[in-house]
């Protein structure tokens, strides 16, 4: 009886609800799928009607995705609210502008100067969503400050000087060094801009695997001739593992996010040039479609 008190009386746990971004995505999935599974040419006509005004809705908002770079550099339209509902803003009519346009065309290609718009709009999208991967990697979470390699390497030197913490593996220091000035090395290599980060992903995974085997066979050894280490074998061998990834850990975090900012710039440099031909060739689709 008294279980079953206290079961009645024990205070739910409340799930935490979906992120409005989960939702949205599903909904543009599901409207994806409508698109492309049904017969929507039988209903949807991009020269009048609904199909005609999903093109100009589609389109302006596309239009409107100058207005975030517009408030992030000019300073008297501070006014206009915070970046972080213009940074989600954004990224909603990014989506949502293209998914409409693909209505629009019955997700079927058409003249010559539509099928260019509708390239030059795909690859921007496309574009966008490499941008907003690169942005969460250089900021904390997608609506967080941006982070900074000061930050990131305070933090490996805080471990670093840790190292008193092992020192029944002497060795175990200056092989963590090694791997951390190969894995910085490799991030200020240039030439590795869209690879390094999965190539130090393998690396720092690597450098894990033998470190952790390097400390299991050390302390075995040194177990077979010292009864005080046997008997905190498994202790000692937990510690030095955790210090060594944290190390790594650290150090990979650095080199890698050096690799994202260097992406994040390369990225800015192509993205605007391919959205300024996106509204090109979308004036060129308008002007064709109405003169001719």
């Known amino acids: 009886m008294a279980s079953t008190a206290e079961s009645l009386t024990a205070p739910r746990v409340r799930r935490k609800p979906l992120p409005a971004a989960f939702w949205f995505a599903l909904f543009i999935l599901a ?15 991009p020269q009048h009607g609904f199909g005609y005004a999903l093109g100009i809705t589609g389109g302006s908002m596309m239009l409107l995705l100058l207005l975030y770079p517009l408030r992030k550099r000019v300073r008297w339209l501070n006014f206009m609210g915070k970046m972080q509902i213009w940074f989600r803003a954004h990224m909603v009519l990014g989506v949502l502008g293209p998914v409409l346009i693909l209505f629009h065309s019955n997700f079927k290609t058409g003249a010559t100067n539509s099928n260019v718009a509708l390239v030059c709009m795909l690859v921007v999208s496309g574009s966008g ?20 390699l000061d930050e990131l390497r305070a933090a490996a030197d805080r471990l670093r000087g840790q190292a008193t913490t092992v020192q029944f593996l002497p060795d175990l220091v200056t092989r963590l060094q090694k791997d951390e000035v190969r894995l910085m090395s490799l991030a200020a290599t240039p030439g590795f801009n869209l690879i390094s980060p999965i190539i130090l992903a ?45 190390r790594l850990s650290a150090a ?8 994202y900012e260097r992406l994040f710039s ?10 300024f031909m996106l509204i090109i060739a979308g004036i060129v689709h308008v002007i064709a479609v109405h003169v001719y």
């Open 31 to 45: 409207m994806l799928y409508f698109g492309t599974h049904f017969p929507i040419d039988s209903y949807i006509s």
């Open 266 to 275: 390369l990225w800015h440099v192509l993205h605007l040039p391919l959205f």
């Open 129 to 148: 969503l490499f941008g907003r991967y690169f942005y969460t990697k250089l900021h904390h979470g997608l609506y967080g400050t941006r982070a900074t």
């Open 202 to 246: 393998v690396m720092s995974a690597v450098s894990r695997f033998q470190i952790r085997r390097y400390i299991n066979h050390e302390l075995a050894v040194a177990a077979r001739s010292s009864l005080t280490l046997s008997q905190h074998r498994r202790r000692l061998t937990a510690l030095a593992n955790d210090y060594a990834a944290r």
């Open 252 to 259: 990979s975090r650095v080199a890698t996010f050096q690799s």
